[in-house]
């Protein structure tokens, strides 16, 4: 499959949207834990973990896992792994390359 067509496919879920909108402000949108935790965890580990993106959803880690590994593999988040945690962040300049590549193409 292209790229192009992993990353519409990527975007096709209500959920993944949901966990792009929740890592574009964090502080804001994360609400299963204190904002000092979310601060800390950006800036200790650069990004928020995965327990608190599974929290927030309500839904099973596994599905949690598989949606963020999606993301990252069209390139929409970015990871960082901390001991036995994992950290997810927005990639920015790769939603600057989205919105370029929906202006020009579609």
Same mark, same amino acid.
Request: glycine share 6%; hydrophobic share 40%; net charge negative.
């Given at each position: 499959?292209?790229?192009?067509?992993?990353?519409?496919?990527?975007?096709?879920?209500?959920?993944?949207? #949901?966990?792009?909108?929740?890592?574009?402000? $964090?502080?804001?949108?994360?609400?299963?834990?204190?904002?000092?935790?979310?601060?800390?965890?950006?800036?200790?580990?650069?990004?928020?973990?995965?327990?608190?993106?599974?929290?927030?959803?309500?839904?099973?880690?596994?599905?949690?896992?598989?949606?963020?590994?999606?993301?990252?593999?069209?390139?929409?988040?970015?990871?960082?792994?901390?001991?036995?945690?994992?950290?997810?962040?927005?990639?920015? $300049? #790769?939603?600057?390359?989205?919105?370029?590549?929906?202006?020009?193409?579609?």
């Amino acid at each position: 499959m292209e790229l192009n067509e992993k990353l519409f496919k990527a975007l096709a879920n209500k959920t993944r949207l #949901a966990i792009l909108h929740w890592l574009k402000d $964090p502080e804001k949108e994360i609400h299963v834990v204190s904002c000092q935790t979310i601060q800390y965890e950006l800036e200790h580990f650069g990004g928020i973990c995965v327990g608190d993106i599974v929290q927030q959803s309500g839904l099973a880690q596994s599905t949690i896992s598989s949606y963020l590994n999606m993301l990252e593999e069209v390139g929409l988040l970015i990871s960082e792994r901390h001991g036995k945690w994992t950290y997810y962040r927005r990639n920015e $300049p #790769a939603f600057q390359e989205l919105s370029s590549l929906i202006k020009e193409e579609l």
